[in-house]
């Protein structure tokens, strides 16, 4: 089993930047694909990012695509997303989720963190 916690997020003005981390425990991060997903207030949970296990590969949703950045750091055993030109429509609860398989639905990712709010305004 593994433990994520993430961090990281709070208020910031539209074009302001936040980088969000996951911390992982009871397994090396390296066993599992990383995704980002996010939900806001009266919506479904939606995919944000996916890097494999190596770091090599990324995939984002068209909404983040040029503006968010997934990267891994195994040895810390960490996992990140840079969030550069934020918009209103960013504002969500961010979840760090582990995974089998390289991909963007979130059935596939059988461990999740608590979240943590992100808030941009306008």
């Known amino acids: 089993q593994v433990q994520l916690v993430e961090s990281g997020g709070g208020l910031v003005q539209a074009g302001g930047s936040l980088r969000l981390s996951c911390a992982a425990s009871?397994?090396?991060?390296?066993?599992?694909?990383m995704g980002w997903f996010r939900q806001a207030p009266g919506k479904e949970r939606e995919f944000v990012a996916v890097v494999n296990r190596s770091g090599a590969s990324t995939y984002y949703a068209s909404s983040v695509k040029g503006r968010f950045t997934i990267s891994r750091d195994n040895a810390k055993n960490t996992v990140s997303l840079q969030m550069n030109s934020l918009k209103p429509e960013d504002t969500a609860v961010y979840y760090c989720?582990?995974?089998?398989?390289?991909?963007?639905?979130?059935?596939?990712?059988?461990?999740w963190g608590q979240g943590t709010q992100v808030t941009v305004s306008s």
């Open positions: 009871g397994r090396t991060l390296s066993s599992y694909v």
């Open positions: 989720a582990a995974g089998i398989q390289y991909s963007a639905n979130q059935r596939d990712y059988g461990y």
